[in-house]
């Protein structure tokens, strides 16, 4: 059985094209030499491109077998003989521009069907669904009733666009996402098993019992935001629930209902945000995080991984901790707490 390779190359790419492409700087080598593909440093060899960004593989640097490397100006030095040297004050972003233009399968992503534009036989269409032409609807997608898809936008086999779900141009719906009760804009990207659209959790309780709020708010995607494979975005219940242009949410995350997320936002993994809450523009949260209802986090806070928020965030500020605190202010009592802890070893071995 021969061994699939799921992204071939559309290469090869000169050292030329890729300063042009990406503003780094030729310090070694000849602008004419090619490159293939991509490879860590470590396991690189003739014909692709590695880079360094984190100090962390440096020593890989100096031995790695990479043809070209896009590195920092204090590793310039630090390249084996023979290798093609460009320096590029962000290596990660400049390796990514070429990435993409060797691999753009893996950054406009296909369904899991990979066929040609139209609906596809085996695709389930209401008849007062409006699909734009140069749309893919695969082979076991669902369209609701007047629901919208816009040209260049893959909607995968087993995804369902809910009844009166608009989506966007040149977007991509994955493989078993369901979208109800909502409105995406242009190049959104649904990775699988993403849900959005369900109600949010709202329930009047009391000793009667829990009574159900009904939830008949919407969920807004902005334009160029991304959603991680199986994260929920829950409607609002009598407002909207929102995510801001540009903002990158990662696997596994879940937004509760009325919450609304600012304009390139960060949202790392098994992240939980409660109803209600705000992120202002250019927020990054950690892993891990859990924030509670009827809070706000300002513009450009950080938040670190593993840190429960309770209360509101100024703009700009750095919190981590349980509950969250300013970093500075976090470390401090976590440094007290480990002098504390061998002060009290100290003390328990010289009274043994």
């Known amino acids: 059985m021969s061994d699939p390779q799921f992204f071939r190359p559309m290469g090869p790419v000169t050292v030329a094209e890729i300063v042009e492409l990406t503003g780094a700087r030729l310090v070694a080598g000849d602008e004419a030499t090619a490159i293939a593909g991509v490879a860590p440093l470590e396991q690189a060899a003739a014909g692709d491109l590695a880079f360094l960004d984190n100090p962390k593989y440096a020593t890989a640097l100096e031995t790695t077998g990479a043809t070209v490397v896009i590195v920092a100006r204090k590793f310039a030095a630090r390249a084996p003989a023979g290798a093609v040297v460009l320096e590029s004050t962000e290596p990660y972003r400049a390796f990514a521009k070429v990435a993409a233009r060797l691999f753009p399968a893996a950054v406009r992503l296909e369904g899991a069907f990979a066929g040609e534009p139209g609906v596809a036989a085996g695709a389930h269409v209401h008849a007062t669904a409006r699909i734009e032409e140069g749309a893919t609807i695969e082979p ?18 087993g995804a369902v666009v809910g009844a009166g779900v608009r989506v966007g141009r040149d977007g991509y719906i994955g493989p078993g996402a369901t979208l109800i009760h909502a409105l995406l804009g242009n190049r959104v990207i649904i990775h699988p098993g993403v849900r959005i659209g369900q109600d949010g959790f709202g329930f009047a309780m009391g000793p009667q019992g829990h009574l159900k709020v009904p939830q008949v708010g919407r969920v807004i995607i902005q334009d160029d935001v991304e959603i991680g494979a199986n994260t929920t975005i829950d409607r609002g219940a009598t407002r909207d629930t929102i995510v801001g242009e540009g903002t990158k949410i990662d696997n596994l995350v879940q937004l509760g209902h009325n919450v609304v997320i ?17 992120l202002e523009d250019f927020v990054a949260i950690g892993g891990q995080v859990g924030i509670v209802g009827h809070v706000r986090i300002g513009m450009g ?27 500075r202010e976090w470390f401090r009592e976590i440094t007290a707490l480990k002098h504390l802890a061998e002060r009290g070893k100290k003390d328990g071995e010289a009274g043994a």
Do not use: F, Y
């Not at 076991?140 to 086999?157: C, D, H, I, K, L």
């Not at 509101?312 to 605190?325: E, F, H, M, S």
């Open 301 to 327: 806070a950080q938040i670190a991984a593993s840190s429960n928020v309770n209360c509101d965030v100024p703009p700009g500020a750095r919190w981590g901790g349980t509950p969250a605190k300013p970093v």
């Open 140 to 157: 076991g997608a669902v369209v609701g009733a007047g629901a919208e898809v816009g040209r260049g936008t893959v909607v995968s086999s």
């Open 262 to 278: 600012g304009r390139h936002c960060v949202i790392v993994a098994q992240v939980g945000i409660s109803g209600s809450t705000t």
